[in-house]
């Protein structure tokens, strides 16, 4: 199976709000609830931002929230901050043969 | 805090078996609460789940890799080991280990380690 399709970058000014899209099909995100996001700061360990599509793990700030229509979810990071400049991944669940398929990652580009 | 840690040999030669292990501490790999996960990251690429173990021996691979996967646990140690077999250079990446929490569902990772570089020779 494919992996899970989002944009290679995007771009934003601080304070500013941005939206990270990930596509995937009936089979993955349009199947089931279980879209999680993850930042990745080159270097260090990623970190978890949303899972279940729209929960946010404590100590995530609510700048971050996750939502899916269809078969695509999408990030939204409001409030842009220049730590905010990082990759993000999405990740799906995809079924008990595929299991978990994540994006190609999307990097975010404060400017 | 829970803390995950990779480690292995960063060069391995085509053909031969890459062996990794993640050193957990501050949680049990007994825990019947989490998965432990692999996952990895090839250069320019994007994040690939490799698999994950519940309460030894249940294993759940990526059906790509499943027939050179290997996904264990050593308790003694609290760590949990992998094993691909007959790589290549395609199996070059940053390779993570992670901890998903089970609740509701599994199907995420909240805590990860900081990933070990793995690089296939000819």
């Known amino acids: 199976q494919s992996a899970l399709t989002q944009p290679r970058s995007v771009s934003g000014y601080p304070g500013q709000s941005v939206t990270i899209s990930c596509i995937g099909t009936?089979?993955?995100?349009?199947?089931?609830?279980?879209v999680s996001w993850y930042q990745h700061h080159p270097g260090s360990a990623p970190k978890l931002l949303i899972y279940?599509?729209?929960k946010r793990p404590s100590g995530v700030p609510g700048r971050f929230s996750g939502s899916k229509s269809g078969s695509t979810a999408s990030l939204t990071i409001s409030g842009l901050q220049a730590e905010d400049e990082a990759s993000y991944f999405c990740?799906?669940?995809?079924?008990?043969?595929?299991?978990?398929?994540f994006g190609g990652g999307t990097k975010l580009t404060v400017l | 805090q829970v803390q995950l840690q990779e480690s292995g040999p960063g060069l391995v030669k085509s053909s031969q078996t890459l062996s990794l292990t993640c050193t957990v501490s501050?949680?049990?790999?007994?825990?019947?609460?989490?998965?432990w996960s692999w996952i990895r990251q090839p250069p320019g690429k994007g994040l690939e789940w490799l698999g994950y173990?519940?309460?030894?021996?249940?294993?759940y691979y990526n059906p790509s890799l499943k027939s050179r996967l290997s996904i264990s646990v050593d308790t003694s140690k609290n760590q949990f080991s992998l094993m691909l077999t007959s790589v290549t250079a395609a199996d070059t990446a940053v390779y993570y280990c992670?901890?998903?929490?089970?609740?509701?569902?599994?199907?995420?990772?909240?805590?990860w380690g900081k990933g070990t570089t793995v690089t296939v020779s000819s």
């Open positions: 990740c799906s669940y995809a079924g008990p043969d595929t299991f978990e398929l």
């Open positions: 279940d599509v729209t």
């Open positions: 992670a901890r998903n929490p089970v609740g509701y569902d599994f199907y995420y990772m909240d805590v």
């Open positions: 501050g949680d049990s790999v007994k825990s019947y609460d989490y998965y």
């Open positions: 009936i089979s993955d995100i349009g199947g089931y609830n279980f």
């Open positions: 173990i519940y309460a030894s021996p249940n294993t």
